[in-house]
């Protein structure tokens, strides 16, 4: 399947502008973690490692976050087991950035070498019948590489993305993103141009762990404690008659390598409520960092909106 230009998707284009003195520090760190990405992994291990100590102990806001996510998420484990789990998580998360332009950087040959896949016939059993599919990504250090991959495997996917506030660094995440065909929109863009993709053929990439207010979610359970969960994806399925699989994508620590594991598709869906469709994405990233805790990101705003108009708990 070859991607077809759709106006409405985002497009960000190189300009002279980056060359800007504001944009050097940007471009100097490009370049230096363009070269660490050819290192082999053990050595990139090496390097993040004692940084990822050194950054456990800052009092920044990230770590403020993941520690208050940790501790209501698991709050019947130790103090000493919720920070293993962060300074593990830290460690994934750096190595899968510093090898994330070699994505780009090497070629489509590399990309399939370096990742395992599990599961694929969860997929390809309804992509072989042209069925539409709908993938939930949760947010994993590497979510980006199931659009990337299974782009470059011929079959593009779409989703609705953040415009970065750095210009230089939203153009190249973009590319690399779109390298192997798809669509992006933003979220000015709205809904009916990611269904209509998909519609179309395109996968559909929905992340369900955004925080996204308390008007477009409902409360239901998370761990020990309750989430806002975005509501809708039941609808998103019926407008598109498409299926939705879980996948996970993993940075594997031991081997260097990038691992999706692709799951059946989530039955009965939709059910009769978005409290149930809600409670069963949530189900499906429980399951899963429960056994790679390590592989979420911990850091991101995951319970700043309460029930009940509920402090938020990264502010106490």
């Not at 040959?109 to 599961?119: A, C, D, P, R, Y």
């Not at 779109?178 to 709205?190: D, L, T, V």
């Amino acid at each position: 399947m070859q991607t077809e230009f759709d106006p409405k998707a985002y497009n960000p284009q190189f300009h002279i502008g980056f060359l800007k003195p504001k944009y050097w520090g940007t471009w100097a760190y490009v370049l230096l973690i363009s070269l660490i990405s050819f290192l082999p992994h053990f050595a990139r291990k090496a390097i993040v490692t004692p940084i990822a100590k050194l950054a456990m102990k800052l009092n920044s806001k990230a770590n403020k976050r993941a520690r208050v996510n940790l501790k209501m998420c698991f709050p019947d484990k130790s103090h000493t087991e919720r920070e293993a789990i962060l300074l593990k998580s830290f460690i994934t998360g750096g190595c899968y950035l510093l090898g994330y332009p070699a994505i780009s950087l090497r070629s489509k040959k590399w990309l399939e070498q370096s990742t395992v896949i599990k599961g694929l016939d969860n997929l390809t059993r309804h992509t072989d019948k042209k069925e539409n599919v709908i993938l939930l990504v949760p947010h994993t250090w590497a979510l980006d590489v199931p659009g990337m991959l299974l782009a470059s495997r011929g079959t593009p996917a779409t989703t609705i993305a953040k415009k970065q506030k750095n210009e230089v660094s939203d153009w190249l995440i973009h590319r690399q993103r779109i390298q192997y065909g798809g669509r992006i929109y933003e979220r000015s863009a709205g809904i009916k141009p990611f269904l209509q993709s998909i519609k179309k053929g395109y996968l559909g990439l929905y992340l369900p762990d955004e925080d996204l207010g308390a008007e477009n979610s409902v409360f239901v359970d998370f761990f020990a404690t309750q989430k806002a969960t975005i509501k809708g994806l039941g609808k998103l399925s019926k407008l598109t008659k498409a299926k939705i699989i879980p996948v996970f994508a993993m940075y594997n620590l031991n081997a260097g390598q990038y691992e999706l594991d692709i799951l059946p598709a989530l039955t009965p869906f939709p059910n009769d409520s978005e409290e149930q469709d809600a409670r069963m994405m949530n189900a499906c990233i429980e399951n899963y960092v429960n056994e790679h805790p390590e592989q979420y990101m911990w850091i991101l705003r995951l319970l700043k909106t309460r029930p009940n108009d509920g402090e938020n708990p990264y502010n106490q």
